[in-house]
């Protein structure tokens, strides 16, 4: 079993930064994969970003040279910076940690950009 949990969510101003992290515990193997998704009100969960063990990335177009993962994987830590924040990145955000069986979800985190 693998506990995931986020942090770092928040009210920013449009234009401005914010930075999440998820922590990943328990019965953690050295290859697999962490991925951000978030959910907007009336939306479907979309997958925004993901980073292997391995240190592979993809993005979601929507966020391309505006946010970026990182890991530390002798910690099982994983970043999402996210700048130049618009409105419509307003969501809840969540962790997702996945050893090829299985996935786990962190409870998501919220994040409020105002215009």
């Known amino acids: 079993q693998v506990q995931v949990v986020e942090s770092g969510g928040g009210l920013v101003q449009a234009g401005g930064s914010l930075r999440l992290s998820c922590a990943a515990s328990g019965s953690i193997v050295s290859t697999n994969v962490m991925n951000w998704y978030r959910q907007a009100p009336g939306k479907q969960r979309e997958l925004v970003a993901t980073m292997t063990s391995g240190g592979g990335t993809n993005y979601a177009d929507s966020v391309k040279g505006r946010f970026a993962i990182s890991r530390d994987n002798a910690k099982n830590l994983v970043y999402l910076q996210m700048n130049s924040l618009k409105p419509e990145d307003t969501a809840v955000y969540y962790c997702?940690?996945?050893?090829?069986?299985?996935?786990?979800w962190g409870q998501g985190t919220q994040v409020t950009v105002s215009s």
């Open positions: 997702r940690f996945s050893n090829f069986v299985q996935a786990f």
